[in-house]
């Protein structure tokens, strides 16, 4: 199909060039102190970190180009993680978890998820597709969608 063949397609008035999913990815910060628990290391001693957490969302395009508004990548990181995480300790205000990036990265998951269904993203089409915590500027965790299906395997 050529360009004229898929932009006659579109409703009138559109701004979409194509049906194509497209993810959309937003990098955000945020401060938090935690220890490592029956670790041997420095990090079994209280302290803390500027964790970045990188964001990927796919969805199909509106009807103005857009798979997913980065305004609304950031309120939903706002309101879901750093209103949780900004400031705080860890070990305190997440479950019962060794505060590890690796542990930490899936319980954002399950947050995102869950208020990307509840807002309404979901049901349009959006789904999260990667995550990527970093500890420190050269150290981080990172999951993606294809491996949180759960599979007996992976036990």
Not at 50 to 66: F, P
Not at 126 to 132: D, G, I, K, N, V
């Amino acid at each position: 199909m050529n360009q004229k063949d898929l932009m006659d397609q579109e409703e009138p008035g559109s701004l979409k060039y194509h049906n194509k999913r497209v993810a959309v990815t937003k990098s955000f910060t945020f401060d938090a102190a935690h220890r490592l628990e029956r670790y041997e290391g420095k990090c079994k001693n209280l302290h803390g970190h500027t964790y970045r957490l990188v964001v990927t969302i796919s969805g199909y395009l509106n009807e103005i180009g857009m798979a997913m508004d980065f305004g609304d990548i950031k309120a939903l990181f706002q309101s879901v993680i750093k209103a949780k995480l900004d400031h705080q300790y860890l070990n305190e205000v997440l479950p019962e978890m060794n505060t590890t990036a690796e542990n930490m990265i899936v319980w954002i998951w399950q947050q995102l998820e869950m208020a990307m269904a509840d807002r309404g993203y979901t049901a349009q089409g959006h789904r999260l597709e990667a995550l990527r915590l970093f500890e420190t500027p050269t150290s981080s965790a990172e999951i993606r969608r294809e491996w949180m299906v759960d599979d007996e395997n992976d036990r």
